[in-house]
């Protein structure tokens, strides 16, 4: 069975920076789509941005364009979400999940146990 | 970019069938084939329940279906148990490139 483990969460204050990881098996990593997914406290589930399986496309959701970035490294099989300029909204859960071999099917069939992120003033 | 529109809330009682509807527009839900469906337990990740439409993943039970006609999804939970309380959340390709999600029902057994 898949295993996704997220790190890097933590208490940030407004206009600061966070870098998520997740550690995907490497068949994963080089065959599917990785999506970060955040949920924040009582609300639903809100779609990042996703990276395509053994590339390097990226996707994002409007309240992650020009602030956040999603990245890979090859070597570890590791990916990233690089974030910037962090505000209350972005407080939130964040899950690492495995989508399809094309990232637009959504698909996320393993998730990650969650990295949560505090903005705080 | 707009999330797609659920009810809030449903409920039913043990044994019987209940429907949450999933509504998108042209260019997500009604343009593609690509809507999945995700079961929450409080304090859990979210667990794929449909993909495409109306596929399952190995290990769901057959009591989960779904479908698609126009703009608006369906999913449907029959012989309802107890352990189907959760919250469930529709997501669709969009044309523009994003992943939507709907803002969530909350299913109460009654």
């Known amino acids: 069975e898949e295993q996704l483990l997220e790190s890097g969460g933590g208490l940030v204050q407004t206009g600061g920076s966070l870098r998520l990881s997740c550690v995907v098996s490497?068949?994963?990593?080089?065959?599917?789509?990785i999506s970060w997914v955040r949920q924040a406290p009582g609300k639903g589930l809100e779609w990042v941005s996703s990276i395509i399986g053994g590339g390097d496309a990226t996707f994002y959701a409007d309240s992650a364009k020009g602030r956040f970035t999603m990245s890979r490294d090859s070597f570890e099989n590791i990916v990233y979400l690089q974030m910037n300029s962090l505000r209350g909204d972005d407080t939130a859960l964040y899950y690492c999940?495995?989508?399809?071999?094309?990232?637009?099917?959504?698909?996320?069939?393993?998730w990650g146990q969650g990295a949560r992120v505090t903005v705080s003033s | 970019q707009s999330a797609l529109t659920q009810p809030a809330s449903v409920s039913g009682s043990p044994g019987q069938s209940i429907t949450i509807s999933c509504t998108g527009t042209n260019i997500d839900v009604g343009g593609h084939s690509f809507v999945c469906w995700y079961q929450q337990h409080p304090g859990k990740a979210p667990k794929l329940m449909i993909y495409d439409v109306n596929n399952r993943p190995s290990g769901v039970s057959s009591r989960f279906s779904a479908s698609k006609s126009g703009d608006t999804a369906s999913l449907t939970i029959s012989g309802l148990q107890p352990e189907d309380e959760a919250d469930y959340y529709c997501?669709?390709?969009?044309?523009?490139?994003?992943?939507?999600f709907g803002g969530g029902t909350k299913l109460t057994v009654l």
């Open positions: 997501s669709s390709y969009s044309s523009n490139d994003y992943l939507l």
């Open positions: 999940a495995k989508g399809g071999e094309r990232w637009y099917r959504g698909h996320l069939d393993y």
């Open positions: 490497e068949f994963t990593f080089r065959s599917y789509a």
